[in-house]
C-alpha cells in the first residue's frame, strides 16, 4: 500500500516551504532542527573542522530562510537538494580555505621576496 501523496516527506517539505516563502519562523525551525544534525555531518566530514562545519551549515540555513523559491518539488526530492546545497557551499568553503589559507602550491609563489633577500645579503657582505 503506497502513502497518499500528502504523506510522503516531499509534501511535507513543500507545505513547510510554502509557509517559509510567507515569512512563518515556526516552518523554518522545523526543517532546520529536522535536518541540521544531519547537514552538520555532511559538512565536518568534507570541511574536517567544527568552525568551518559551523559556518556552513548557518550558510546553508541562511539560504534555506533567504531563498526559499529555490528548491522546486518537481524537480527532485527535498532532502536531496538540501544536501546538495550543503555540498556546494563545503566546496565554496574548501576554495576560499585554498586561497586564503596558504595551501597555494610552491610553483605559484612570487619569488621577489627571495631576490629581495639575496641582493640585501650580497650588499651587506660587500661592505
Not at 509534501?11 to 515556526?26: F, K, N, T, W, Y
Not at 518537481?74 to 585554498?98: P, Y
Not at 586564503?100 to 645579503?121: F, K, R, Y
Amino acid at each position: 500500500m503506497e502513502p497518499a501523496a500528502a504523506d510522503t516527506p516531499n509534501s511535507e517539505a513543500a507545505a513547510l516551504m510554502a509557509r517559509i516563502r510567507q515569512g512563518d519562523q515556526d516552518a523554518y525551525t522545523i526543517l532546520v532542527r529536522r535536518h541540521g544534525q544531519r547537514l552538520y555531518g555532511l559538512a565536518r566530514h568534507m570541511c574536517g573542522g567544527t568552525g568551518e562545519a559551523e559556518e556552513v551549515v548557518q550558510d546553508v540555513c541562511l539560504r534555506l530562510w533567504q531563498r526559499p523559491e529555490a528548491w522546486n518539488p518537481e524537480r527532485g526530492s527535498f532532502v536531496a537538494w538540501l544536501d546538495r546545497v550543503t555540498v556546494n557551499a563545503c566546496l565554496d568553503q574548501l576554495r576560499r580555505r585554498k586561497w586564503h589559507g596558504g595551501a597555494v602550491s610552491d610553483e605559484w609563489a612570487d619569488p621577489a621576496p627571495v631576490i629581495v633577500a639575496s641582493l640585501l645579503q650580497q650588499e651587506e657582505q660587500q661592505a
